[in-house]
Nanobody, 111 residues
Framework: QVQLVESGGDLVQPGGSLKLSCAGSGIIVKTHAMGWYRQAPGKQREWVARIRTDADTGYADAVKGRFTISRDDAKNTVYLEMNSLKPEDTAVYYC?????WGQGTQVTVSS
């Protein structure tokens, strides 16, 4: 059974940073393309970033240059490092391999 567990969400001030983690079980993360999505209140879930099996990465325009997706194969974990956070980044962030989804972790950017 594949499980993805996100963590690291928090309340942070505008301009601040956070690093989200997505730990996989029942799955070898490096053998899957992995992605991060987010869903803000009243909005549809939107794609944020992805990392392919060859470690090639891609980002939504809204986060390009501020967010970095990475992977630690030894820990079977995918990360999303978020810098220069803005209030519009406030959302529940989800990890996925486009088969399974995690439960999400809340990121709130507010002063």
């Amino acid at each position: 059974q594949v499980q993805l567990v996100e963590s690291g969400g928090d309340l942070v001030q505008p301009g601040g940073s956070l690093k989200l983690s997505c730990a996989g079980s029942g799955i070898i993360v490096k053998t899957h393309a992995m992605g991060w999505y987010r869903q803000a209140p009243g909005k549809q879930r939107e794609w944020v970033a992805r990392i392919r099996t060859d470690a090639d990465t891609g980002y939504a325009d809204a986060v390009k240059g501020r967010f970095t997706i990475s992977r630690d194969d030894a820990k079977n974990t995918v990360y999303l490092e978020m810098n220069s956070l803005k209030p519009e980044d406030t959302a529940v962030y989800y990890c996925t391999n486009w088969g399974a989804w995690g439960q999400g972790t809340q990121v709130t950017v507010s002063s």
